[in-house]
């Protein structure tokens, strides 16, 4: 598929990274915030829009699942992408004359035995790729930055250490968005769907609306609370699901779900990533 997919962050980072790896023929383009990655394809001015939902490292991505019900955009695609972590420095400079390593405050903590045991001063930096571009335009070599390959790539820096994380199976899982959802029955590894619910407000309600999943045999892999504009009394739920809603277990475990629910709805179905079942 051709056209433009819009992404969080500037370019080199994780999120461009998963673009090019999910959707290689497409213009990967940068925005600010995940807002502005949204608007971007609601407006029309993107075709996709890619999104971090959770890292197996650190859990959650903040306020994504606030933004997906009212995005307006549909899921038509997961993409898991491995975080491999490299040290970048200015080009020619070895190992020896870095002093510092710059990056996201995540990505740093995601590095501590690496750094601990080079003796490098860990600097917080407001994202992976800015950290590589500042490096680049700095042009220090006693300082390097922690990101991606492909943002040495495009800032044009060395990669002086290569995976360099402390956890060899840190994943981050994107969704893609869409303005139309895509139905369809497609991919290898079984297909997905996700929807958020708010339970009805009756003795056992999330008890008695999870009942129908496992009657029904469906298998339930997320399931997630957070509250809905800051009230605590306010609770939505965010759940994914192994089928597509048209497969009559599906169907009929939804359908029990529904007469227990105030809210119930679907955000998309689509196919399930290989890396999900170990692919």
Known sequence: MTGRIAFQGEPGAYSHQACRQARPAMEAVPCATFEDAI???????????MLPVENSTYGRVADIHHLLPESGLHIVDEAFVRVHINLLAVPGTPLAKVEQAMSHTVLLGQCRGFLRQHSLKP?????????????????DPKLAALASELAGEI?????????????????????????????????????????VFRVRNIPAALYKAMGGFATNGVNMTKLESYMVDGVFSATQFYSDIEGHPDDAHVQRALEELRYFTSYLKILGTYPADPMRHGG
């Open 39 to 49: 608007d971007l394809c609601r407006r029309g001015d993107a075709d996709l829009a």
């Open 155 to 195: 800032y044009g820096l060395d990669v002086i250490a290569r995976h360099i994380e402390d956890k060899s199976n840190n994943t981050t899982r994107f969704l893609v968005m869409s303005r139309d959802p895509d139905l369809n029955r497609r991919g290898g590894d079984g297909m997905m769907t996700s929807f």
């Open 123 to 139: 600097v917080t930096g407001a994202d992976t790729a800015g950290s590589a571009r500042h490096v680049a335009e700095l042009g």
